[in-house]
């Protein structure tokens, strides 16, 4: 076992603050706008039915109105919120990893590399289909809460990126010695790509 | 875990265990039956204990019933159970009710142990238990092989998954050069670290949050409070007044914390009992225990980081618990919904120096006594925790002064803030991070600490997080993954937590050697 101290300048590493991020699909804020106005249409619609039901006391029935539009202002806010954060999100790829950047206000920025991804999984939803988008998952050794999961792709653009990163961790896993056993590290057959019917 | 999917053609080398391990099947029945069916079945034997006539006797047939079940399940179990080799797999075959065959991959086994049970030590027997990578609960148990199969097996499951063979000298009883041995006065001092970490918990329960790893005191608690009777300790209160009830719940806690501290000793004894650890080339073997012998086994690749832990009994016994981490759970494990386990190599009880040479034997070339610390934002960081702790002494002092004193409000205020404020210092000067060579190192705490130190190379994945007020002052959280487990440095300064994961980044992703 022997270790390399290589004598690192400081500046000379490949830095974290250089990444130029690609935002994701165009369709992605869409898609989101509109998942979130369905959910918050049915739950303003919903809201509606306390003033149906009440018949007597007509001032009643009318403050009760004041609830779909405390929804309807509440909707508006939060679909904009996610539209925007759907905007902020980024990723980009670099020879080695694979960096992801999310957060309006508390930002975030993941850096994986592909060495340790020890597989991948392409999902997509009914609305997310409507859209051409996908969802893809990287899964790593030590717990679920490292697996980094990436919306808001392209489905073009997930399954090619799935491919060329498992192409990658599968190379240099064999350069040294397949950790994991090659079986599950191996890059999956496009045809046998599970797509999930929802995303899971 | 396909039933029956690839039948050998050679069938006839399946191999049984020795019958001895019927023991070990009814023993695991009977811990099952206790940790987890007693709760339920309690208030039932509650009643069958106190009553008599045709209650007891069918308590006392419910019972019997159920040794009955235990003792066929157990036979069944062992005659189920057949295990081969084929190649560089492990077939096994188990099962009463649900059948199941597992095929493991020797390369995929990280953790080898192998047990001596008080049972099984008069036949020359032992227990070989094998880990595999990323999937806790899927352990697999030969129960009841020879003592010198068993050690036979493991070389070669070992050798097989470092591509290393093994010197023959190990099959011999004293298998390797001799590395480290801790005195039973030792193993007795972790014991009441252990239990250190239990007396923090009690006195600032809300404040920590992490138990070691010491489950068996749980119960033990349990059966001790209900084992006192209460009703002589309420009368003598009563009898002795508002003073004598004072001294008398002192002593009690005295005698609670003693007993705890015996428990705690038993405990490690128990495992740790004649602690001897020897190395062999990468390969490091402990043999411990009071009357059931353990072996464990680890290679040095598989370490992915080692901690050094130190809570305030431990501070004052001047001792270091030194903690090699192995990877915890996979996608695998997390997939099936099995809890995470926390699969750890303890070198207990070490000195100052001890921690030092051990951790440059474990990690090669880590230098630990030339390791810098940096520390972290005072300024930012114990203002923002400040706060956050003060609030419930601003909601203690609300109430006081309502139903109280309203005079008494200033005086929490006050106590609260300065009570908040030690708090946050002490853990903001646990804070620390540096890398030596071509090790990371992150230090955090409260009373006492818990340093991780790590090939930076292991790094799984690294994550930088901003806050607004953080980006304005130019500070970051930095997360660093390990497969073993996750440290949140919290506000660094941008530009050191930038260097530290890139540095990071940049070992894991140009080094020849991988991680696993």
Known sequence: ?200 | MEPEAKEPASAHRWRRTSPVAVVFYVLKFARHMVTDGLPAVAPAVAVFATADGWMKTAGIGALSALALIGAVGAILSYLRFRFRFEGQQLLVRRGVIKREQLNVDFDRIQDVAIDEPFYARPFGLAMLKLDTAGSAGKEITLPGIPLANARAMRNEIISVATRQPMPETVDAEEPSDHLLTRSNADIARYGLTANGLLWVAIVFGAFVSAVDDDQWLGPAVNWLTSALNLDGVTSAIVRLGAPGAVLLVLLGLLVAGLLLSLFSILGALWKYADYRLSVDGNTYHRRSGLVSKQEQTLKRAKIQAAVWRQNVVAYWLSRINLQLRLVSAGEAANAQGMPIGQPVFLVPALTDDEAHDMSAEFLPELDTRSLQLSQINRRRYMSRNITLAWMPFIAAASFAAYFLNPLAAPAVFLAGLALATGCVYLRWKRYGYGTVNAYGCLREGFFGYKTTLFPLRKLQRADLRQSPSQRRAGLANLTVHLASHSITMPYMDLNEARRFADLALHQAESSEEGWF
């Not at chain 1, 090619?160 to 079986?183: C, K, T, V, Y």
């Open chain 1, 1 to 200: 076992m022997t270790f390399q101290n290589l004598p690192v300048e400081p500046g000379s590493l490949p830095q974290v603050s250089n990444f130029k991020f690609k935002p994701m699909a165009p369709a992605y804020p869409k898609e989101v706008r509109l998942q979130h106005g369905i959910v918050w249409t049915i739950v303003i619609l919903a809201q509606v039915i306390p003033s149906i039901i009440v018949a007597k006391p007509l001032g009643l029935k009318m403050a009760l109105l004041g609830l779909p539009v405390l929804g309807l202002i509440m909707g508006i806010g939060f679909t904009a919120l996610a539209v925007k954060s759907a905007r902020v999100k980024g990723w980009t790829l670099r020879q080695h990893d694979i960096a992801y950047r999310s957060g309006i206000w508390w930002r975030k920025i993941v850096v994986l590399p592909f060495d340790r991804v020890q597989h991948a999984e392409i999902s997509s939803g009914p609305l997310q289909r409507k859209f051409g988008l996908a969802s893809l998952k990287f899964f790593t050794a030590g717990g679920a809460s490292i697996d980094l999961r990436i919306d808001g792709l392209s489905e073009d653009v997930a399954s090619d990126l799935r491919e060329f990163i498992m192409q990658r961790a599968a190379e240099s896993q064999d350069d040294h010695r397949a950790p994991q056993g090659n079986s599950e590290a191996a890059p999956a057959d496009p045809d046998k790509s599970p797509v999930l019917p929802n995303g899971a």
